[in-house]
Structures are given as C-alpha cells and as structure tokens.
C-alpha cells in the first residue's frame, strides 16, 4: 500500500577519483589524443596497432580501454563536453548571474575558445577528425554518441537554473546541445582562412540564439 514520502537523506559527498582511476583517465585521453592526430593527418586507413604503437603502449593495453579504433577518438570529444558543463555549472551558481539564455551563450563561448595552446591543438585535431567522419560511418557514430550524452547531462543542470516545465528544459538542452554541435561541424567543414566572426565560438552564439529564441524560460533563473 502507498506509505507519506519520506525525507530523502543527504547525499554523500562526492568522492575524489583514486590514483588508479586519475591514471586511467590520463592513459586513455593521451590515446586519444594520439588517435585524433593520426585519424586527422592518415584518415581512416589508421589501424588500433598504428595508434598503441604511437602512443606508446600494447596493443592489449589499448584494447583494455576501447572497443574499436573509432571509440578510442570519444574521451578527446567528451573533454570540451565536460568543461563546458563545468562552466556552466559555475556560472550557474552566481548569485544574481544573468539570464539563463546568456549563461548558455558565455557557457558555449568559453568551451569553444582555447585557453592555451594544448586547448587549441585539441580543438584542431577535432576539425581534423570531422572532415575524416564524413567518410566514415563508425567514426560519425561516436560524435554522435558523445553528443547524446552531452544533451542528457545537460537537462539537469538547465533544470537546477530555470523555472521552466520538463518539456522546455527538455528542448533548451536539445537546442544547446544541437548549438554546439553544429557550429563546430560547421567550423570544420569551411576551408577557407578562419575568420574571427566564422570561428566556432562565434557561430555557437548565433546558433544558440536562432534555436532558443522561443524559450522564454531561459530569460529567466529559478529562484
């Protein structure tokens, strides 16, 4: 029979990754890295053997960690994911911040921006493997994937900063999410010289705009 709500405990405090997991964690992004490089430079004729080699370890040490040579690509993709969830959560927490709308914008903005030159080499080996990805279905299935998980970690942080219903948190972290997305497609797929105004972080702000235009939640924050 149906028993009163009881109050939920508190919840624990989060737990600092180990050591073990910290050099997991390492080990498989600089694979990534490596395999970004030589996906962007050798296209998809790249072998899981060509990227363990380079990157300096066993073959079986790389197949410990990925699947596939496509899926050894994802945790380089989920770095930018990751940090601008951060920054979103941090300027989330501003105690009278802006809108939500311009929490996004600023958000994305940042993510998109290098803050040093290893930043800016990932952002270059990402153009690299987009180009590669129009040519390879598994490599396109992964940029995917990372994305989908991106767009449903997002939800609940919209949802902690806007008063508005499921269903418009729901389409704010879709359009957001399509946002990014598309700008950086966008971005890789033009060959000519960049321009400060076609740079990813310009073009996530204008399509962040046209997409969220019917929000009108975002224009506000939750109490």
């Known amino acids: 029979m149906p028993t009163a709500p009881r109050p939920a405990a508190p919840a624990p405090p989060p737990t600092a990754p ?3 997991e910290r050099r997991k964690a390492e080990t498989q992004l600089e694979i990534a890295r490596t395999a970004a490089a030589l996906f962007a430079e050798h296209g998809t004729a790249v072998t899981a053997d060509d990227i363990a080699r380079t990157a300096g370890v066993a073959l079986r040490t790389f197949y410990r960690y990925f699947r596939t040579k496509e899926d050894s ?3 380089l993709l989920a770095v930018g994911v990751r940090q601008w969830l951060a920054d979103l959560r941090r300027l989330a927490g501003e105690p009278d911040g802006p809108p939500v709308r311009d929490v996004l914008e600023q958000a994305a903005r940042q993510a998109l921006t290098p803050s040093d030159e290893r930043a800016a080499e990932a952002l270059r080996w990402t153009r690299g493997l987009l180009r590669v990805m129009r040519d390879d279905p598994a490599l396109r299935s992964v940029w995917h994937r990372v994305h989908h998980d991106s767009e449903e970690a ?6 902690g900063m806007t008063d508005g219903g499921p269903l418009e948190v729901r389409l704010a972290a879709a359009a957001a999410n399509t946002a990014m997305r598309v700008a950086v497609e966008t971005w890789a797929a033009d060959d000519a010289p960049d ?3 076609d740079g990813p972080a310009e073009l996530v702000v204008r399509g962040m705009r ?3 235009a019917g929000l009108s939640g975002l224009d506000r924050r939750r109490a």
């Open 18 to 20: 180990s050591l073990t």
């Open 73 to 75: 690509v994802a945790p």
């Open 154 to 159: 997002l939800v609940p942080v919209l949802a």
């Open 195 to 197: 321009a400060p105004e």
């Open 210 to 212: 046209a997409l969220t």
